[in-house]
T-cell receptor, first 113, second 116 residues
Framework: AQSVTQLDSHVSVSEGTPVLLRCNYSSSYSPSLFWYVQHPNKGLQLLLKYTSAATLVKGINGFEAEFKKSETSFHLTKPSAHMSDAAEYFCVVSATGRRALTFGSGTRLQVQP | DGGITQSPKYLFRKEGQNVTLSCEQNLNHDAMYWYRQDPGQGLRLIYYSQIVNDFQKGDIAEGYSVSREKKESFPLTVTSAQKNPTAFYLC???????????????FGPGTRLTVL
């Protein structure tokens, strides 16, 4: 079985300060992990993915995530938040042979001016 | 310009009516998926299809039906048997299903269904 836990349902930061969105996973298989972003009433856009290569993954818009197997974590970070980063973020796990993705419940990021 | 289109963007249904949501992709992907999203929740899988003329139930298939007659199209019908259909519906596609777990899914813009 596989599951994803996003530890914060809401995160609020000031513009220009760092962003940290936390994600823990469990998987019986070697997982692939993704972060998706969703702006209001829009579809999901892939930010980055981990597929057993480098453990530090760089994505679009300055985001990056580090895969830590010992901690079963895949936290998303960005050094400096921008107003346009305000959105819902989903951590997602997939495993070879599994039929589809398993989504976390999402973290809503607010960016204050 | 490759991508996934969903129509309509907004849909209103009276109780007891069936409605069909459209999903089309020109990415030449074999696998397609339908998800339902409710406020404050992640996405839940309704149906998925690995190839034409084949589809499988996801976690919440009751009250829904699908067809896959063409590779590029995967319409979802919300039937009157679905007791709480008001939600945001997202269609997605990927190169294939499961052979390589690192294949990300590409999402359409979604359809918001409201039951009056």
């Amino acid at each position: 079985a596989q599951s994803v836990t996003q530890l914060d349902s809401h995160v609020s930061v000031s513009e220009g300060t760092p962003v940290l969105l936390r994600c823990n996973y469990s998987s019986s298989y070697s997982p692939s992990l993704f972060w998706y972003v969703q702006h209001p009433n829009k579809g999901l856009q892939l930010l980055l993915k981990y597929t057993s290569a480098a453990t530090l993954v760089k994505g679009i818009n300055g985001f990056e995530a580090e895969f830590k197997k010992s901690e079963t974590s895949f936290h998303l970070t960005k050094p400096s938040a921008h107003m346009s980063d305000a959105a819902e973020y989903f951590c997602v796990v997939s495993a070879t042979g599994r039929r589809a993705l398993t989504f976390g419940s999402g973290t809503r990021l607010q960016v204050q001016p | 310009d490759g991508g996934i289109t969903q129509s309509p963007k907004y849909l209103f249904r009276k109780e007891g009516q069936n409605v069909t949501l459209s999903c089309e992709q020109n990415l030449n992907h074999d696998a397609m998926y339908w998800y339902r999203q409710d406020p404050g929740q992640g996405l839940r899988l309704i149906y998925y299809s690995q190839i034409v003329n084949d589809f499988q139930k996801g976690d919440i298939a009751e009250g829904y039906s699908v067809s896959r007659e063409k590779k590029e199209s995967f319409p979802l019908t919300v039937t009157s048997a679905q007791k709480n259909p008001t939600a945001f519906y997202l269609c997605a596609s990927s190169i294939d299903l499961g052979q390589f777990a690192g294949n990300e899914q590409f999402f359409g813009p979604g359809t918001r269904l409201t039951v009056l």
